[in-house]
């Protein structure tokens, strides 16, 4: 697994603050998004909270705090969503051919039944309206701050030794109305969240061919694009 930090050459740190960074770092690293892995036992209630508040406590433009988590227990709730998710991911299989096909129909792409709960965040553009501080030029913020939060709760969860796995084959108004989201506030992630039996080393994408990652040098520029 990649190391990006070398405690040898970190600097002039305490012990104690290096394995912290290095912490830091292996957590990163070891974040996937999981799919087939969840074990569907519970998480409980104190686990839950420290995920969460991880989450909560994400910068957001103008300090709108702009999300809201719903959490989906409820199995007929999954099962209705899962059938969507299903007919999403014919949809797109449909617009494959060939060696793409293939790799498609091998990969799994939710958890939603066989997680533990899922967490399904929102993103409400009214909230610290209608001056938010920092928003007027890229009305986009507030959108970026709910992923924000999203990765904290990520990497929390990795640090509980829980998986995440984001499902993004959904329509937005078919969640809204499945969970009865009001009308002006967007779901923007349903986030399979429990244990999980294992975190492979390498991204279900990448280990089924579908993508490979690019090198860091690859997308780093210098002054100009």
Known sequence: MRRPYDPAVGGARTTRT???VQDLYDVMFRRRDVR???TGEPVDDQTLTRVLGAAHAAPSVGLTQPWDFLLVRDRSTRQTFFDHVQH???TFASTLTGEKAEKFGRIKIDGVLESSLGVVVTYDAGRGGPAVLGRHAIADAGLYSVCLAIQNLWLAATAEELGVGWVSFYREPF?????GIPDGIRPVAWLCLGPVSRRHDVPDLERHGWRT?????????????
């Not at 690019?214 to 002054?223: A, C, G, T």
């Open 175 to 179: 969640l809204a109305g499945l969970l």
């Open 18 to 20: 290096m394995v912290a």
């Open 213 to 225: 990652r690019s090198p860091l040098e690859s997308v780093v520029h210098q002054e100009k694009w």
């Open 36 to 38: 087939a892995e969840f």
């Open 88 to 90: 999403e991911r014919d």
